[in-house]
């Protein structure tokens, strides 16, 4: 199982109306494309010394082809969609192996 974990900081200006985008558009839009079988949206509780909020949402794919799949058919269509937000959210994105879960 692969997580495909994507780390955005936020401006507080613009704050709430990522946030419910997020919710109610991007996050089911990822869910969509059947590549991911879940979403966990977690707040990181870190005081960023650039300020804003981040967040931190791990999309579960089950397999790594699947996540290869995702770049290949949706990756940039998504990713032009969240580009209205410009340079008020950076975001860095990691893919994590599951070795172990109890």
């Known amino acids: 199982?692969?997580?495909y974990n994507v780390t955005a900081n936020v401006q507080e200006e613009i704050h709430e109306e990522w946030l419910e985008?997020?919710?109610n558009e991007h996050i089911p839009g990822m869910l969509a494309t059947k590549k991911f079988s879940k979403a966990l949206m977690t707040r990181v509780m870190v005081q960023e010394p650039m300020g804003g909020i981040t967040y931190s949402v791990q999309y579960t794919a089950e397999s790594k082809e699947?996540?290869?799949k995702y770049y290949r058919e949706d990756a940039e269509a998504?990713?032009?969609?969240?580009a209205v937000f410009g340079e008020?959210?950076?975001s860095f994105?990691?893919?994590l192996e599951v070795v172990s879960e109890q």
Do not use: F, G, S
């Not at 998504?78 to 969240?82: G, P, S, T």
């Open 21 to 23: 985008w997020m919710k």
């Open 66 to 68: 699947m996540l290869q």
């Open 88 to 90: 008020k959210v950076v």
């Open 1 to 3: 199982m692969y997580i």
């Open 93 to 95: 994105r990691t893919e």
């Open 78 to 82: 998504l990713r032009k969609k969240a």
